[in-house]
């Protein structure tokens, strides 16, 4: 039974770090994005049009994987035990 736990926690923990190494993805994808956009996207023009699109739609996959992450921290009592045992 000891075991089995182990198991558990083990394979939980693994996810918590696979999830906190895909926020931190995020995080840094956002900011590159919004450089580019203050670089990129100052003049109208047709290419701003299209960058502009494939940034809203970039943007909404992050937002979704995001969505899923707190999800996953929600519903997951590990992961949750550790977020409310954090300071601050």
Known sequence: M???RLQ???RDLKEYGSMLVGMEFVAREIRFYTIFEVVYLKKP???TEQ???TLVKTYA???QYLANAMKYYKGNFLSTRIINDCPG
Do not use: D
């Open 2 to 4: 000891v075991l089995i």
């Open 8 to 10: 558990f926690a083990n």
């Open 45 to 47: 023009s047709e290419a």
């Open 51 to 53: 960058l502009s699109s």
């Open 61 to 63: 996959k992050l937002l």
